[in-house]
């Protein structure tokens, strides 16, 4: 039998990041498969409150926690969560810190994108005399 391809499953304890919803943007774990349209998300660590949530608005993530119980409450998902340290886990992954940076350039306002332009403009500057020193 060959290995799948695939790597991330629906599964209890796997961490999920929210596509819409007022939750969107922050992740949470699954906690009890409902059927193949949708799951019961909890998110006790991050302030996602307990709730039925279809497959097509999470994205999975390739965090998951281990030997989580079927239906398991949000105190044996906060223990865990807490234990493995999930969000810390989140925070440290490349995947959230490009959304971060995202999320960080669409709050700029107009005089900060001005900054970003002109220290670009400073940085290309430099790197162009440097090359033509190094030639």
């Given amino acids: ?39 019961i998300i909890d998110g006790p660590t991050t302030g996602v409150p307990r709730q039925s949530f279809p497959y097509r608005h999470l994205t999975l993530t390739p965090i998951s926690l281990t030997k989580l119980p ?14 493995e340290g999930i969000v810390a886990k989140w925070e440290s992954s490349t995947w959230a810190k490009k959304r971060a940076a995202m999320e960080k350039r669409r709050s700029l306002n107009d005089f900060e994108r001005f900054s970003v332009m002109v220290a670009k403009k400073q940085r290309r500057d430099v790197v162009r005399k440097t090359l033509a020193k190094a030639t």
């Fill in 1 to 39: 039998m060959t290995d799948s391809t695939f790597k991330r499953f629906v599964e209890v304890g796997r961490v999920v990041l929210l596509k819409s919803g007022p939750s969107a943007g922050k992740i949470a774990v699954i906690a009890e498969i409902i059927d193949h349209n949708r799951a």
């Fill in 70 to 83: 079927r239906g398991a409450g949000s105190g044996v998902i906060r223990k865990q969560a807490e234990k």
